[in-house]
C-alpha cells in the first residue's frame, strides 16, 4: 500500500521530511514518480492535473490538502465513488481569524484613507465609529467563518453569519437562504466571504449583493476569487457605494501583473495566504484520518459530493 502526494513544488519540499518522521509506516510517492498506480491507495493532493486520481485503480480515500475541495472538483475525471476528506485544522481556523480580523480593523479603521493621507503628508482626523457600531456579516457561517465571528465579536463587532441550512447559534444573528442574504447584506458594513465555492455561490458578489450593503461598507474576500464578480468591484468601490476591498483570493492566480486589484488605492490584495496549510498539524490529522479508514472507523469531514463542499 503506498500514498500518493501531490502539491506545489514548494509544498512537496516543505512535507517530505515530516511525511516521513510523522507516518514512517506509510510509502509516499511524490507526484510525479508515482510507481505502479495500482499500489496507491490514498492520495494527499492540492490541485491534481485532470485525470491523475482516475489513473489510480485501487485508491481508497482523497485527502485534499486544503478546505476547500473545488481544486478537486474541476477534474471531471474525478473518481466520484472515492470519499474525499477535506482538511479541518484548528491551526489553519486561527490563521483564518487573525486574516480577517486584521481585514475588518484595516476597514473599519479607515487604513486605506489613513495610508493615503500620510503619503500625501495631510494630518486630518476622520469621523471614527467603535466596533460596537459596525455589523460585521459573514457569508460561509462554518467552521472558519464562525471562528472568525467569535474573534470579531471579542472585539465589540456585533456579527451576524449566513449559511446554507438554517442554524441557531449563541451570540450571532443568522441568516440563511436567498431572503437571509438580502437581509444580512442589508445590515453588513463589512461583508466577509468565506464560502466555499460551488455552483450556488459563484459570483455571488456582484454588483446587485453591493447595492444591498450600507454606502460605503468594505469587503473582505478570503473564499475562492470566483466568488467576485470582478468586473462588478472597480465601479462599486469608485461610485462610492463600496469604500475598500481586502482580496487574498482571485480569479486568475497569482495575479496577472497588468491586472487592475494590483494598484487600485481602494484595493488591499494578497497573495492567497489568509490561512496557509500548516504541514505539521496537517500532516498529524491526516495521518490520523488514514489510520482510521483503514481500521474502518468513521473519517471526520468527508465532502459531501450533491452539495459541493
Ligand atoms: P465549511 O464547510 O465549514 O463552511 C462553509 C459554510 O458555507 C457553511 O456555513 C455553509 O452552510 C455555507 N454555505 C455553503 N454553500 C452555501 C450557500 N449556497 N448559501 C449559503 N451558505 C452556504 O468550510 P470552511 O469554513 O472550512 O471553509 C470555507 C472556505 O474557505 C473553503 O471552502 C475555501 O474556499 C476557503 N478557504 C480559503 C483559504 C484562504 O487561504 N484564502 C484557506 C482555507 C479555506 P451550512 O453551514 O448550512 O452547510
Ligand atoms: C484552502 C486554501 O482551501 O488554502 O485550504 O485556500
Known sequence: MAILFRSTPAATARWRPLLAELMPEHEFRF????????????????????GL??????LKLICGLGAGIDHLLRDPELPRHVPIMRL??????????EYVVLSALRLHR?????????RAQIWEERDQKNA??????????????????????????????????????AGFKTYAGA????????????????LPLTAATEGILDA???????????????????HLVEADLIPALEGGQLSGAVLDVFRDEPLPSEHPFWTHPRIIATP??????????????????????????????????????
Open 110 to 118: 479607515q487604513d486605506l484613507d489613513y495610508l493615503a493621507q500620510q
Open 53 to 58: 486520481l482516475a489513473s489510480l485503480p485501487n
Open 272 to 309: 492567497h495566504i489568509a490561512a496557509e496549510t500548516h504541514p505539521p498539524t496537517a500532516a498529524a490529522i491526516i495521518g490520523n484520518a488514514i489510520r482510521r479508514f483503514a481500521a474502518g472507523q468513521p473519517v471526520p469531514n468527508l465532502v459531501d459530493l450533491a452539495r459541493g463542499y
Open 31 to 50: 507526484w510525479p514518480e508515482i510507481g505502479d498506480p495500482a499500489a496507491i491507495e490514498y492520495a494527499m493532493v492540492w490541485q491534481p492535473p485532470p
Open 179 to 194: 431572503e437571509g442574504l438580502a437581509a444580512i447584506a442589508a445590515e453588513s458594513e463589512i461583508l466577509v466571504c468565506l
Open 208 to 226: 446587485a449583493l453591493f447595492a444591498r450593503l450600507p454606502r460605503g461598507a468594505g469587503l473582505v474576500n478570503a473564499g475562492r476569487g470566483d
Open 88 to 97: 479541518v485544522d484548528p491551526y489553519m481556523t486561527d490563521a483564518m481569524s
Open 132 to 169: 460596537c457600531e459596525r455589523p460585521v456579516g459573514i457569508l460561509g457561517f462554518g467552521t472558519l467563518g464562525q471562528e472568525a465571528g467569535r474573534k470579531l465579536r471579542a472585539l465589540g463587532f456585533p456579527v451576524a453569519g449566513w449559511s446554507r441550512g438554517a442554524k441557531e447559534i
